[in-house]
Structure formats: structure tokens, C-alpha cells
T-cell receptor
């Protein structure tokens, strides 16, 4: 079984620039998550999709972050404009169902904003 | 009170010893509990999950759950240097959102 795929692995941008991350979940997994992990902290949920609908985006800074999951499969997360405090690892995860299910994480995208 | 709390460590144990990692949570309605291991620069990987009070054993790992006291722990027997990593406790909240603690850094010294 192929795992969760993410790209790019690393990205360096200047503040106020825009950036996009891509995620392909495990085949058949209905639920997809984007987490932000700042160095030394645990992952923080940004947004949760169930198929192509948003379940929870309460922690997503909507003035600069956006996410979509076209056709209920791949997902993109965009930041525009980026701030220095957005420097973090952005983790995509998927699970077969949702509530109370273990998450399978991708390798993450390490973003550095200078 | 944070939803999921862990001591950040670092916790240092000698090789062959038992490492004990603890986690407390605030939502009494939580039904499932997960332990993830995260090596430096890598993504979290699931190592244990537990749903019922008591102990669950898997190889050198034992998860212990006490719902009345709202804590879950992870014991690692015969610790190896390869166990050196950050261990993340994760608990779903009432909305089903998986909340992670800040992680405990474990260092196993040869």
C-alpha cells in the first residue's frame, strides 16, 4: 500500500510571497488532514476534509491560508501572503474513516519563511 | 488546562532500562488514545493505540489507560538507542479532532 505523498519536501520563500503544498492520501481514505508542526511542538490541526467537504477549519488562519480537496482525493494547501511565523513543517495525514481512527502521515513539507 | 499535556523532557534512560512516558487529557468523553513516535526530521508514525482501561502490550511497548484519572502512559521495556525519538500522545476531542500533546523527547544512552 502506497503511503501519503506530499510535495515539495522543502520550500524557502520570503515573507509576503505565496506558497502551495500538495498532498495525495492513501487510496480509499476518505478523511484528509493538514497539520502544522512548529519546531518543538506537537502537530496542530489546520483543516480536516471528509471526501471533498470541510469538516473542521476552525484553526485555519483564513485571511492567509486556504485549502481545497478537489474530487475528494488530492488536496492543496496555500499560504498567501506568508509570514515569518508560518515557518514550520506542514503535515498531511489521511485515515479510512475519521473520528477515532489512527492517522497515517506523509513526510511533510518543511517551510522556511525569511 | 491544555487538552493534551505531556512533559517535554528530555527524558534520559540508560540502554536496557524501562522508559515511562506520561500524558494527561482534559476531555472525559475521549474514547481512543494514540501514541506516535517521531524521529528528528521525520513525520509521526503510529506505534500504539488503546481504547479500554487497563494495559495493552505490543512487543516491548505497553500502553496503560486510566480513564478515571484521565491519563495514558507508554512504557518501553529494554530501551534501545534506536528508541531515541519524540513520543507524541494524541487524543480525539468531542468534535473528533485529534489533538496532540507537545511530545516528550526520549534519549536512550548506550
Amino acid at each position: 500500500e502506497a503511503g501519503v505523498a506530499q510535495s515539495p519536501r522543502y520550500k524557502i520563500i520570503e515573507k509576503r510571497q505565496s506558497v502551495a503544498f500538495w498532498c495525495n492520501p492513501i487510496s480509499g481514505h476518505a478523511t484528509l488532514y493538514w497539520y502544522q508542526q512548529i519546531l518543538g511542538q506537537g502537530p496542530k490541526l489546520l483543516i480536516q476534509f471528509q471526501n471533498n467537504g470541510v469538516v473542521d477549519d476552525s484553526q485555519l488562519p483564513k485571511d492567509r491560508f486556504s485549502a481545497e480537496r478537489l474530487k475528494g482525493v488530492d488536496s492543496t494547501l496555500k499560504i498567501q501572503p506568508a509570514k515569518l511565523e508560518d515557518s514550520a513543517v506542514y503535515l498531511c495525514a489521511s485515515s479510512p474513516t475519521g473520528n477515532n481512527s489512527p492517522l497515517h502521515f506523509g513526510n511533510g513539507t518543511r517551510l522556511t519563511v525569511t | 488546562q491544555k487538552e493534551v499535556e505531556q512533559n517535554s523532557g528530555p527524558l534520559s534512560v540508560p540502554e536496557g532500562a524501562i522508559a515511562s512516558l506520561n500524558c494527561t487529557y482534559s476531555d472525559r468523553g475521549s474514547q481512543s488514545f494514540f501514541w506516535y513516535r517521531q524521529y528528528s526530521g521525520k513525520s509521526p508514525e503510529l506505534i500504539m493505540f488503546i481504547y479500554s482501561n487497563g494495559d495493552k502490550e505490543d512487543g516491548r511497548f505497553t500502553a496503560q489507560l486510566n480513564k478515571a484519572s484521565q491519563y495514558v502512559s507508554l512504557l518501553i521495556r529494554d530501551s534501545q538507542p534506536s528508541d531515541s525519538a519524540t513520543y507524541l500522545c494524541a487524543v480525539p476531542n468531542q468534535g473528533g479532532k485529534l489533538i496532540f500533546g507537545q511530545g516528550t523527547e526520549l534519549s536512550v544512552k548506550p
